[in-house]
């Protein structure tokens, strides 16, 4: 291979599946605009024939909003699906290597549940492009709900046999987990993955008039919820330990803040089990009572950014992964924290201080707090080109660091 040849993908691990996951979130914080600025009268989401009669009838920045919405949901959703299937190319020939067997016997196997993640947020994306592109979806959408449940449960059974052998082999073999080693919140990807199965299983609770569906979705959701939020608790006390005693590597730094899209995706998921019970079961909740939980998310989220940009810092994280000739597929971890933040101060805005009717709706306040949304937004949008070109860009020989 010549010095012009070399891509630090090309040195392929299971982190490159961050980089579909990372583009397949920002489909979904387009789809927020969305969500929150066209009525949707019939219907908890807006769909198809919600936007074509905004957008004709809407003024000119209401068009112009949509029409930025539309794009951004359809460019990310499609690198989305690229990153994807180059991914699930290149994991299939990843477990035929040496590398795969020594990453299986090791604390890095947790790296495997990146393609779960990564299959659950498609899955999840794909839902949103069949709102906003397919017209007519809502007169056949209660066929789909069964569908997507049966796509997320296989989702979920990969998962948890991943998990399994995981944990069935350090547990099984004294030793097999090297506790020195675990000085980062590495080891909650698969809470992660849980997560992010568990959203996307609770759909159908907040959309489908079906008692049947909607209470098969709270179900799964809440039992994959919470099998999510206990190992992430287990993972996140165990890595305290040696992280106070060892500090985190350099290389591992950005997962300090992997608890940020955690939170997000278990408050949306959280948000639409209550929704379902509103709607097919009679409970009510208070009007404060979004306003409660996505104020504490959102507090929670802004302290281990806080965290974990300071750590970055103090480390040169971005002088030696970003700017300079080194590269890490772990990178890509700093694009989901971004979204997920952005999304749920989207979320924070229009249920909790809108519905809670602190704030009016389209006012100066809700705009001045809907700007620093955009602007997360914006900046991961920036961050994931640049990851792009740095990491599938050619690069000299001696400016080549294989990602691990």
């Excluded at 779960?116 to 899955?123: I, N």
């Excluded at 101060?345 to 009016?360: P, Y």
Aim: aromatic share 10%; charged share 10%.
């Amino acid at each position: 291979m010549t010095t012009a040849n070399h891509r630090p993908a090309d040195n392929w691990s299971p982190q490159y599946f961050l980089a579909s996951l990372g583009a397949g979130g920002l489909a979904v914080s387009f789809f927020m605009f969305l969500m929150f600025w066209i009525p949707h009268p019939g219907q908890p989401v807006p769909v198809f024939e919600d936007i074509a009669a905004a957008f004709s009838g809407g003024p000119l920045p209401l068009k112009a909003t949509i029409t930025v919405a539309i794009v951004g949901i359809a460019g990310f959703a499609f690198l989305n699906i690229k990153l994807l299937i180059w991914n699930l190319a290149r994991f299939a020939e990843f477990r035929r290597t040496e590398a795969f067997a020594k990453l299986a016997v090791s604390n890095g196997e947790t790296q495997l549940l990146a393609m779960p993640l990564a299959l659950a947020m498609t899955v999840n994306a794909g839902f949103i492009l069949a709102l906003v592109f397919v017209p007519g979806l809502w007169s056949v959408v209660e066929y789909l709900f069964p569908l997507a449940m049966i796509a997320f449960t296989l989702i979920a059974w990969l998962a948890f046999r991943r998990i399994g052998r995981f944990l069935v082999r350090v547990l099984s073999n004294g030793g097999a987990f090297d506790l020195a080693a675990k000085n980062s919140f590495a080891q909650l990807l698969p809470a992660f993955a849980l997560a992010m199965i568990a959203v996307g299983l609770s759909a159908p609770a907040a959309m489908s008039t079906v008692p049947a569906t909607v209470g098969v979705s709270l179900v799964l959701s809440i039992a994959l919820g919470t099998i999510a939020g206990l190992y992430a608790l287990i993972a996140a006390i165990v890595a305290v330990g040696p992280m106070l005693r060892y500090g985190i590597s350099r290389e591992s730094a950005p997962t300090l803040m992997v608890v940020v899209p955690i939170l997000t995706v278990l408050g949306i998921m959280t948000t639409r089990q209550e929704h379902g019970l509103h709607t097919s079961f009679d409970a009510h909740s208070g009007l404060a009572d979004n306003l409660q939980l996505t104020t504490t998310i959102l507090a929670v989220q802004l302290a281990f950014v806080a965290l974990g940009l300071s750590v970055l810092k103090r480390q040169s994280y971005a002088g030696t992964y970003l700017r300079k000739g080194q590269s890490s597929a772990g990178s890509y971890a700093l694009v989901c924290p971004g979204v997920a933040v952005s999304v749920m101060l989207h979320f924070w805005v229009n249920k909790g201080l809108v519905g809670a009717g602190l704030i009016d709706q389209f006012g100066a306040v809700y705009w001045a707090l809907t700007s620093l949304a955009i602007a997360s937004q914006i900046a991961m949008i920036l961050l994931l080109f640049m990851l792009n070109r740095r990491h599938f860009g050619r690069l000299p020989a001696s400016q080549f660091v294989p990602a691990e």
